[in-house]
């Protein structure tokens, strides 16, 4: 009975490794097909009050934005952009287009810019420990409604740029702002979620290990980081065929690994397995960007 368990575990493991590669007379999976925006509406002090998708007025470049008001500081006045960039763009790109889209909205009578402050780095603190370093931007604008001190913090994550634009009244700037722009800063950005889905530019491994051969480096239960590597020892397999392919929920069996190696690549953003969005609702804002066949040109887009 214990052979036949561990037959069926191989049996099963070899169809999950055929589903995880790419079938060569298949046609290629895109890296993104779609990628949803996921927002809550009411985080701590901070209110969505505003949010267009502009990939359903057919500008998919142009991604979402999003406005929020702040109980706190209603002075504020907080725009979030996420669009995308592609998985080779970098900080300083972002910061060249960004001073060219503020040349151009003078141009266009929009404001007139009185004064450039310094660009300098900014490391935004996440939650689980990681940290974006991004670059903020400072400048005066004239408006019709005066003055406005203005500062836009850069990020990029994946293939996606992430802009976010605080405005003020000129002069209300100061060490005590810059407090609380940090914790709208991290507040916001922890409570947004973007989720691709696509082949990511990556291909799904799943790897049967030789006896007493540990799991490769930032394996945490059999799985990478990202959640695109699967690594099951063949002890496990021999020992409990059955519990290598069942227990979904724990996560033990074959099926439960590719549970949580599921979760793990919409954690870092991108995943290559079925994906069902959270619905929309009072509390939640969930925006999608569809993108066809021929956008992203078959290109592998790092995440």
């Not at 046609?27 to 925006?37: A, G, L, N, S």
């Not at 004239?142 to 203005?150: A, F, I, P, R, Y």
């Not at 003020?168 to 810059?178: F, I, N, S, T």
């Not at 020992?239 to 949580?260: H, I, K, P, T, Y």
Request: net charge negative.
């Amino acid at each position: 009975m214990r052979r036949i368990a561990a037959s069926f575990a191989l049996a099963c493991l070899s169809l999950c490794a055929v589903h995880a590669q790419d079938n060569p007379g298949a046609k290629q999976r895109v890296p993104i097909e779609d990628t949803y925006i996921i927002v809550p509406k009411y985080t701590s002090e901070y209110t969505l009050t505003r949010s267009v998708n502009h990939g359903d007025e057919g500008q998919l470049a142009g991604g979402v934005a999003l406005t929020f008001s702040d109980s706190v500081a209603p002075s504020l006045s907080t725009d979030v952009l996420i669009y995308p960039i592609g998985g080779s763009a970098s900080v300083a790109t972002m910061e060249a287009k960004f001073r060219a889209d503020v040349g151009i909205a003078e141009d266009k009578g929009a404001y007139t810019v009185t004064q450039w402050g310094e660009s300098t780095d900014y490391a935004l603190r996440r939650r689980d420990g990681s940290s974006w370093t991004g670059r903020v931007m400072s400048l005066r604008m004239k408006t019709q409604n005066g003055e406005v001190d203005s500062h836009t913090y850069l990020f990029h994550h994946g293939i996606y740029a992430y802009m976010v634009r605080i405005d003020m009244p000129a002069g209300q700037a100061g060490g005590d702002l810059l407090t609380v722009e940090d914790t709208l800063l991290r507040t916001l950005m922890a409570s947004i979620q973007v989720v691709s889905v696509g082949s990511c530019g990556r291909q799904m491994t799943i790897s049967l290990r030789p006896p007493g051969m540990p799991a490769p480096a930032g394996y945490t239960d059999g799985i990478s980081a990202d959640g695109f590597s699967i690594s099951v020892g063949q002890e496990d397999v021999e020992a409990n065929g059955r519990e290598v392919v069942g227990d979904l929920q724990s996560g033990r069996g074959m099926f439960g690994r590719m549970r949580l190696a599921a979760a793990r690549q919409i954690a870092s953003g991108c995943t290559s397995t079925p994906y069902a969005p959270p619905a929309a609702s009072d509390e939640l804002a969930v925006l999608r960007l569809h993108f066809p066949a021929d956008y992203w040109q078959l290109t592998p887009v790092p995440h």
